[in-house]
């Protein structure tokens, strides 16, 4: 019996009819929003706090806020078993070689969420000492405002970076 190729994925207008066809086992997706799924559900950012911003920081992972609940409850020592990097607070001269190294030592895809106005601007430092904008250094992801921005800050853009790596088209 020859099979006939049906254009697109029809599945049921009403959500009776959808319920139905997850009743059956059939699920449908692509393989971009398979891996991008994945991807978001397993973040593991790498501790990289440099100032007042780090104490929010570390404050987001713990009970009251609780990251785990989107997969990112280990805060990894080693750049080589992370894929975030949360830069938290001022960057110096002397420091941006060994941010630059620890990203690229961070196996791809690789993430980047700036923490604070000092790492995203440079904060109230405009002095030679400090680097003006940590996006001259490595390619920035998400900000995150604030002096220094509170948990819940943190974790709405930790949420943004998740729906960018969740409908980032991988494959394409």
């Not at 950012?45 to 806020?65: D, K, N, R, V, W």
């Not at 923490?115 to 400090?130: E, Q, R």
Request: glycine share 10%; proline share 7%.
């Amino acid at each position: 019996m020859p099979v006939e190729r049906l254009e697109g994925v029809h599945l049921g207008a009403t959500p009776e009819e959808i319920e139905e066809e997850v009743e059956r086992g059939i699920l449908l997706t692509t393989l971009d929003r398979a891996v991008g799924w994945a991807r978001k559900q397993s973040m593991w950012p790498a501790t990289f706090g440099l100032a007042c911003c780090a104490i929010e920081m570390m404050s987001t992972g713990a009970g009251q806020y609780d990251l785990s609940r989107w997969g990112m409850e280990l805060f990894r020592g080693s750049p080589r078993q992370a894929d975030l990097m949360i830069v938290a607070g001022r960057v110096s001269q002397k420091m941006a070689p060994v941010l630059r190294r620890i990203y690229d030592q961070m196996p791809e895809p690789r993430w980047v969420i700036s923490m604070g106005v000092c790492a995203s601007a440079g904060g109230m430092f405009t002095n030679y000492s400090i680097v003006q904008g940590v996006d001259t250094i490595v390619p920035v992801d998400v900000y995150v405002p604030g002096c220094p921005p509170k948990p819940e800050m943190l974790m709405h853009g930790i949420l943004k970076l998740q729906e960018k790596v969740r409908t980032a088209e991988t494959f394409r």
